[in-house]
């Protein structure tokens, strides 16, 4: 029997409708979800509409998500209020964090083919995409985080679900709506990016429970780094560091106590990378300190200011008071009963290594500065005082051989030489930057290619016949 083409038409017409109508998104508002589980669908249902978007309409939508985080007024509410809401940090600084992540975070052009030709045909070698990613974001870097993941991730071909921080709730919210309307605007499928209503560490729970998240990426603490770890999935994780710098008496040391104090106080040394002791060599040590006066730094001399300053920003010497996270030197000073000008960035004072200062990662402008004999016992200890976290560590020297020794011996993932702690992510060094630096799992700083698949396409016996 013959069947009619009409009427194959009108049925394969039928099928692709219905199977249309069954991956419709789940609704929510501009990526806005009442339950992890709902956020999750719906992303990934724009995961199976994104996979036939072609990579220039991802350039499209990646640079629609720069430019809604670059327009001014985005710019300058997104930074004021994540000040307000968490409570740490400064304006100028987020501006500054949140427009680098919007210029510099890698698009389409991180992902590359290679390919290999031969007598037996064409194989290439391609990026693809995981799916739907989870990605966790903390408090310290809130809106620069989802910025720099959603662009990389996008890039990347995946969607995105975004658990925050529930105290970074609200700027994420509006951040997120926002790319929402700019990638609407640029056409794209609904729900690229999503995120739930109320943060919480259920949802978080609720996201690492999901089958259908295929890479979780963690930026945060020790828990969350270790939580994501033993999921069972594909996991990568962006932990703490405690950052050591070590001066030595060749380095240029007017311009290294400049860097110190710049990298320390950058957004109040929230940074997972900034300045968090100082290892400095006995015969440049005061010099050093001199000159860190000289650009910003109030020393604390008197060790019962000192001890009363460990009670005052930790927990019994072992973590950071929360209340002190993130707050300028000028208000922890207040705090201590000292008042000081908007000039004064970092406090610092002369600490023995087991100092809770040294040992601690403060994220707040303290920087302890530990007098050792020599290079060699410099280096040994700030291979310590890092902790193995393999995050990011300083050196000022001229001296190439030893250089070359501590970037071996601490093998972390960013080790920036005679400069301050920032050019590491792309401020004033080379290189693109990131908010998510995977050193407990190796990717480094993360960009496009961190969150993709590696596939081999095979086409066979092309070769011998072009021959
Ligand atoms: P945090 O670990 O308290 O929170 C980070 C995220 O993890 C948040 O979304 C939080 O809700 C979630 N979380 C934390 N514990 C959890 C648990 N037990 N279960 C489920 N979810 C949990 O960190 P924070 O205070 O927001 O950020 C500061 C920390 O993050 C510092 O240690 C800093 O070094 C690190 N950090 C690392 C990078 C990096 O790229 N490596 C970047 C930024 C911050």
Redesign the pocket.
């Known amino acids: 029997m013959e069947i009619d083409a009409k009427v194959i038409e009108d049925i394969v017409n039928e099928v692709i409708k219905s199977s249309n109508a069954s991956k419709a998104a789940p609704s929510g508002n501009l990526g806005i979800f009442d339950t992890m589980d709902a956020a999750v669908d719906a992303a990934d249902v724009a995961y199976k509409q994104y996979l036939h978007c072609s990579f220039d309409d991802r350039r499209k939508y990646v640079q629609a998500i720069r430019d809604t985080a670059l327009d001014e007024a985005h710019l300058k509410e997104m930074s004021e209020n994540t000040v307000t809401e968490t409570g740490m940090g400064e304006v100028s600084y987020k501006i500054a964090k949140n427009t680098l992540a919007a210029t510099q975070t890698p698009g389409v052009e991180d992902l590359y083919t290679s390919a290999l030709n031969g007598d037996d045909g064409l194989t290439t070698i391609e990026y693809s995409p995981f799916g739907v990613v989870g990605s ?7 809106t620069e ?1 989802i910025i720099n993941n959603s662009i990389g991730m996008l890039a990347a071909g995946d969607t995105v679900v975004f ?6 709730k609200n700027v994420t919210i509006k951040l997120v709506k926002w790319i929402n309307e700019a990638l609407e605007k640029a056409g794209a499928p609904k729900n690229l990016v999503c995120t739930v209503s109320e ?3 259920e949802n ?2 609720a996201m ?1 429970e999901n089958d259908k998240i295929r890479l979780l990426v ?8 270790n ?1 994501v770890l033993s999921s069972g999935k594909k996991a990568i ?6 950052p050591p710098v070590v001066v030595d008496e060749t380095a240029n040391i007017e311009q290294a106590a400049k860097d110190i104090i710049d990298g320390c106080s950058f957004d109040n040394n ?4 900034s300045e968090k002791e100082v290892i400095a060599v006995d015969s440049i040590a005061d010099y050093l300190m001199f000159n860190m006066k000289k650009s910003g730094g109030y020393e604390l001399k008197d060790p019962d200011q000192i001890n009363k300053l460990v009670e005052l920003t930790t927990v019994k010497g072992k973590s950071p008071n ?1 209340d002190f ?1 993130g707050k300028s030197a000028k208000y922890i000073l207040e705090k201590l009963g000292i008042n000081v000008g908007d000039e004064i960035k970092v406090i610092f004072m002369e600490t023995e290594f087991e100092h809770p200062f040294v040992q601690v ?1 403060m ?1 707040m402008p303290i920087l302890p500065v530990v007098r050792v004999e020599d290079c060699e016992r410099a280096m040994e200890l700030a291979v310590i005082a890092e902790h193995g ?1 393999r ?1 990011t560590a300083m050196m000022h020297s001229k001296n190439i051989d030893r250089l070359l020794k501590f970037h071996k011996m601490i093998q972390t ?1 960013i080790f920036v030489k005679n400069g301050p702690s920032y050019a590491g992510i792309g401020f004033g060094g080379e290189g693109h930057a ?7 799992t190796g990717e480094g700083l ?1 960009s496009a290619k961190s969150f993709s698949r590696i596939r081999r396409c095979v086409l066979c016996g092309v070769g011998k016949e072009l021959l």
Do not use: D, R, Y
């Open positions: 966790i974001t903390p408090t310290t870097n809130p985080t658990s925050p921080h529930p105290k970074a943060p919480s560490i978080t729970q690492l963690a930026t945060g603490g020790p828990a969350i780094v939580k994780g962006a932990g703490a560091g405690n929230l940074p997972c990378t929360k996270v990662e994220l976290n995050h993932t990131t908010f998510t630096i995977a050193g407990p993360t």
